[in-house]
Antibody, heavy 122, light 107 residues
Framework: QMTLKESGPTLVKPTQTLTLTCTLSAFSISTSGVGVGWIRQPPGKALEWLAL???????RYSPSLKSRLTITKDTSKNQVVLTMTNMDPVDTATYYCAHSIWLGVLGYFDYWGQGTLVTVSS | EIVLTQSPGTLSLSPGERATLSCRAS???????LAWYQQKPGQAPRLLIYGASSRATGIPDRFSGSGSGTDFTLTISRLEPEDFALYYCQQYGSPLAFGQGTKLEIK
């Protein structure tokens, strides 16, 4: 059974950089066709896609947040890392990582982590 | 960028009734690259439908998806108590986008 688990700080200060790690189990980010994405959800609000990385290191970003985001993969640890710069209280949200498959286009997300709540406050 | 608008915002129905949820795109969604998710409080979303009409693994057949172009529908034929939740549509062209959600509540 594929699983994903997010880890990182629960509290960051405004202007700081957030770094989140997604650890993958029962599948490899190195396998052809595999992708891992990040999606966030502010409390009581809708889902928002942030970024996606594929096995071949193809990276895609939300246009509205592209300047603040970097997604990378560590194949030796089977992890995907998201960094978001210049954090603001409006970035307070539950951050999810999720498994996807390259379909010739960006894909849907069939396995999700449990999510991690990140609060931005001084 | 494609914007997805879901309606209604809230749908109040009783168990056993039929639910029809709508997702409208601001531009045509290529090749029906549309998915539906269910989310319950405190849980991650769960994939229900992909490719507009294909059920994900383990999803009961009371859930069905239809539509093409700019208009898509998720139908739950007979509501079970566990179906009352939030539902999101997502298009997976580039860039990805989610709708704002429909809350399905017990009447």
């Amino acid at each position: 059974q594929m699983t994903l688990k997010e880890s990182g700080p629960t509290l960051v200060k405004p202007t700081q950089t957030l770094t989140l790690t997604c650890t993958l189990s029962a599948f490899s980010i190195s396998t052809s066709g595999v992708g891992v994405g990040w999606i966030r959800q502010p409390p009581g609000k809708a889902l928002e896609w942030l970024a996606l990385i594929y096995w071949d290191d193809d990276k895609r970003y939300s246009p509205s947040l592209k300047s603040r985001l970097t997604i990378t993969k560590d194949t030796s640890k089977n992890q995907v890392v998201l960094t978001m710069t210049n954090m603001d209280p409006v970035d307070t949200a539950t951050y999810y990582c999720a498994h996807s498959i390259w379909l010739g286009v960006l894909g849907y997300f069939d396995y999700w982590g449990q999510g991690t709540l990140v609060t931005v406050s001084s | 960028e494609i914007v997805l608008t879901q309606s209604p915002g809230t749908l109040s129905l009783s168990p056993g009734e039929r639910a029809t949820l709508s997702c409208r795109a601001s531009q045509s969604v290529s090749s029906s690259y549309l998915a539906w998710y269910q989310q319950k409080p405190g849980q991650a979303p769960r994939l229900l439908i992909y490719g507009a009409s294909s059920r994900a693994t383990g999803i009961p057949d009371r859930f069905s998806g239809s539509g093409s172009g700019t208009d898509f529908t998720l139908t739950i034929s007979r509501l079970e108590p566990e179906d009352f939740a939030l539902y999101y549509c997502q298009q997976y062209g580039s860039p990805l986008a989610f709708g704002q959600g429909t809350k399905l509540e017990i009447k």
